[in-house]
């Protein structure tokens, strides 16, 4: 339940652009969203279970509602603000903010409860929200958008959600996100229980998720965004997603019964390390190929797709690893992620090229153009 707000997220992020386009501040929309997020929190200092379950179901969905909203927001800002050379940079340290928040209010908060209490680290957590949100509001740098007030944002909402929907970059967009990113999200789906059935105990699994697969995956998003910001970015997206089968082939290997669980564990490592090079790549790519005006909206729509992925391709590699194992089911959604690769030479979104200069479309049709570089 809690997934779906972050699924179809691109349903309401036209009233953000609208917003945006009327006037109001993007950093205004992420500060209100993050109050709203540490007000939907504070029920859980009070619910107590298991009869308060109901409103611990409604407390969280409401707050996955507001985280979403501003996700949406926090994109349409990046696109807006970041130059499209910086673009490959900024998403590698997003992706380390959100390893790193993850890794602390994930299975590092589990410990530090049993010493302090839920509560406590419920609290701790909004006030982190609300520290966030003051850090927001005292941030400058966006540039001034101003448009017509009032009334008009419904019509403009609906108008920037067909502008989108017309944009054929868009759809290749939507495309790579929904078949590129299959084999890595099939890989961490059921990298778990792999490394169960291998023979690594319940602890030694924690302790790598929550310390080898989360730096490895940080590294591999500073490295892989910086050379995307170096070099044509579709081509950089294309060598990646090459890598990344690649060493999806390599654990596929590893994957075998009686293989040694050290050589699992490296495999799996730098296979994490791939999916984070591959993920900071391919949203600067999607950045690259949305326009400022239509920022939330379509990069949330690109974002929708990376979520599809994560569904579809999680319920193929269950299936077939139960009909297979491991090696064949993580082979074949590797070499499915490889077409993806068919749709990148037709994008037209703008990249920077080797010097770091922006290369745009004659068109404006699907692309970022001098308005992102310059803004």
Known sequence: ?????????????????????????????????????????????????????????????????????????????????????????????MQAGMLLGRSLFGGAALQVEVWIGAEAVIAALIAMLVASSVLVALAGGEPEHRGEPGPGALRRSLGILLKVARRRDTWLGVVFAAVGGAGMEAAGTVAGPLLIDRGLSEAAVGRFFALAAVAAMAIGALVGGRISDGHRRRVVAAGQLVAMTAVLLLLAAAARKGVSPTLLIVSLTGCYAMFGAFTAASYALYMDLTEPELGGTQFSTFMAAVNFAAVWSGWAVGRLVASFDYPTALSLLAGVSLAALAVLPVMRGASPDRAGRTSAPATGSGAVGEAGSSS
């Open 1 to 93: 339940m809690l997934t779906i707000p972050w699924a179809i997220k691109f349903l309401w992020a036209p009233g953000i652009d609208a917003l945006h386009g009327s006037g109001v501040p993007l950093r205004r929309s992420i500060f209100g969203a993050q109050l709203a997020m540490a007000a939907s929190l504070l029920p859980l200092l009070f619910v107590e279970l298991p009869g308060g379950y109901g409103w611990l179901v409604g407390t969280l969905l409401v707050h996955a509602v507001c985280a979403a909203t501003q996700d949406v927001a926090i994109d349409a800002l990046a696109v807006s603000t970041l130059p499209i050379e910086e673009r490959g940079t900024a998403t590698g340290w």
